[in-house]
């Protein structure tokens, strides 16, 4: 993420930069017990003070301090709900702790415990690269009949982008409805940053073809794409995808059936066209939650989203069998740099009078991308 974007007020020194991850194998080890009880004591001499939001993806270790748990949108409305927090601890990524800082009033704080907790998706479309698109659309005559949308998972610059252009944020539950608006608008929509989310809403959601869709990449010149290409397409999809969803595939389906007799394959609509289009049941996060809980005791799942939360999923429904759809583990590493002694350093900071890593959004981004996200609050 470029300064231009984001401004990180009062960094101190990262406790634990180094780590190194794998998707292969286990889960990252728990961190040290002890710290459980200085978490107790930090959070307690806080008080009403400070909020800690966790993400779903998040390990349990920090999970087990959040006040609320949540996808990105869900913890960024609860940020902003809370009017008494003046300390929010955003334990997820960079693009929602800025979603945060945007909805949050003046005088509260946005806190990400490790500034390393990127998001690989957001980072794949830059403010530049959107601009250098929104030139070519102009160039050939379409960007007035172009309707942007962006995923949450976007960087408050994109976000901006969106805003300005007269377009909405998103999220993976209200796509279609986003996209819809997007079309009683316009004649085009340039969908960012997941080109995966974008095609499945546009084909299993509102029934265009897959040739309707267009993939532009940002690292070719005007996309890769021709001027007709573009002229002739309904939805402009950008050249960015999840690292954990994009992984699953239609071998691991079909090894999963084999494996579990009468299995149901459940996967996020980050995952890759074919996957989506060959699996039981679709759902963003919460829906994958709602649906595992409310299904009937002795089903069996097979879930393709983020490990963490699908070990999560197992432990809390007992009477279902819940396994991960790749035989492969693998976790949201940068999701995954948020771990207890970060968050410790960052509350215990904070106690001893000292503010780290505050997530704060230039006024100028912060304006325009407010625009996108009331936009979507005003969906239909």
């Known amino acids: 993420m470029g300064i231009t974007e984001l401004m990180v007020l009062g960094a101190a020194a990262d406790p634990n930069s180094e780590r190194g991850v794998s998707c292969e194998g286990q889960l990252p080890a728990a961190s040290d017990k002890s710290l459980v009880d200085r978490a107790m004591a930090a959070k307690k001499a806080l008080g009403s003070k400070a909020m800690v939001l966790g993400h779903h993806y998040q390990r349990d270790e920090v999970i087990a301090f959040a006040d609320i748990r949540g996808d990105s949108f869900k913890l960024a409305q609860a940020a ?37 907790a990127g998001c690989s998706m957001a980072d794949m479309a830059t403010a530049s690269q959107v601009a250098d698109c929104w030139q070519v659309l ?21 976000k901006a982008f969106t805003g300005k252009n007269n377009g909405a944020v998103c999220t993976s539950s209200n796509a279609a409805r986003a996209m819809k608006w997007a079309f009683e608008k316009g ?76 299995v149901k394959v459940l996967v996020h609509p980050e995952c890759q066209h074919d996957v989506v289009s060959n699996a039981d049941v679709v759902g963003s996060t919460e829906m994958i939650i709602k649906t595992v809980k409310e299904s009937a005791a002795g089903s069996k799942w097979a879930v393709g989203t983020e490990l963490n939360l699908v070990q999560r999923l197992a432990n809390e429904n007992p009477d279902k069998e819940v396994v991960f759809l790749d035989k492969t583990l693998c976790y949201c590493s940068t999701m995954n740099r948020i771990d207890l002694p970060h968050l410790v350093w960052a509350m215990e900071s904070l106690v001893g009078g000292q503010l780290v890593n505050q997530i704060k959004v230039k006024p100028d981004i912060a304006k325009y991308a407010k625009v996108a996200l009331d936009q979507m609050l005003a969906l239909p």
């Open 80 to 116: 902003a709900e809370n009017k008494q927090a003046e300390f929010i601890f955003f334990c997820g990524v960079h693009f929602m702790a800025e979603s945060a800082d945007i909805l949050t009033a003046d005088n509260q704080k946005v806190i990400l415990p490790d500034l390393a």
């Open 187 to 262: 004649e085009k929509v340039l969908f960012l940053p997941d080109q995966h989310l974008g095609r499945n809403t546009a084909v299993l959601s509102l029934g265009l073809k897959l040739s309707d869709c267009v993939l532009y990449n940002p690292w070719k010149p005007n996309g890769g794409l021709t001027d007709d290409q573009i002229k002739n397409s309904k939805v402009i999809l950008w050249r960015g995808h999840c690292s954990v969803h994009g992984r699953f595939s239609l071998q691991n389906i079909a090894d999963v059936r084999q494996k579990i007799p009468g």
């Open 138 to 158: 102009n160039k050939i005559g379409v960007a007035g009949k172009t309707i942007p949308i962006t995923y949450m998972n976007s960087s408050a610059a994109i």
